[in-house]
């Protein structure tokens, strides 16, 4: 029997609502991907740093140093693979979980390397983003390993509920004994456009003993200070 192709055009698409395992299991392998992609491309950058060296060597010739013409050169490519090498590192940082000791972190920091690399995320979108960080302001965990996938994900949630060009605060501070974090967005509305990340929210916040408070467009983390 032929199916007509009329018919055929209102089946469902075998990505549309597609299941929860499925997607589990994607996005489960994100970060053994990431570390294979970390192998695979600082090898390269490590043959091209030392073929890099060769080279600079061998344009010395009798002179004994680099022609400044090509000196040039040579500085922005040494910059170029510093910069990808930084790149995944950070990125790393907020992908691949690894388990950490208890004890403090840099909330400060921490809070300002997630919003660098965010940074595309974000002027995508056409967000305003306020940064008011306090520097210095370290908060005390019992998995010091878990604050970059906590930051990210308020982060993550504030951007999903803001509409092109909105603004959203992030705000590190020091409050009496607490370390605060508060994203704040300007969408008032309680719908959660990201529900999967106000869900890890909630899940890890409460195995780590972080308090979290979300309100509509407000998200607070608060931390015993470290």
Known sequence: MITSTAANSSAPSVREGADPVVDAARYGAVP???????????????????????LAE?????????????????KSMREQIQRVDGILRRFSEFIV????????????????????VLTHESRKRRLQVRPAITAGVR???????????????????????????AEVVVAVRAEESRAVLEVV????????????AAA???????????????????????????
């Open 185 to 196: 967005d300007a969408t008032p509305s309680a719908v959660e456009n990201t529900p999967e």
């Open 58 to 74: 061998k344009l010395k010739g009798e002179a004994g140093q680099v022609p400044p013409s090509q000196e040039k050169n040579l």
């Open 139 to 165: 908060a005390r965990l019992s998995d010091t390993g878990e604050l970059g996938f906590l930051v990210v994900q308020a982060l993550m949630r504030a951007y999903g509920r803001s509409g092109q060009g």
């Open 97 to 116: 979980s690894r388990a950490g000791a208890p004890g403090d972190a840099d909330l400060s920091e921490t809070v300002t390397r997630a919003l660098d």
């Open 32 to 54: 053994p991907l990431m570390d294979s992609l970390l192998h695979d491309v600082r090898n390269p950058l490590n043959a091209l740093s030392i073929h890099l060296e060769v």
């Open 200 to 226: 890890a929210l909630e899940l890890r916040c409460a195995q780590l003993g972080v308090e979290l408070q979300l309100r509509a467009g407000t998200c607070r983390l608060s931390f015993p200070l470290g």
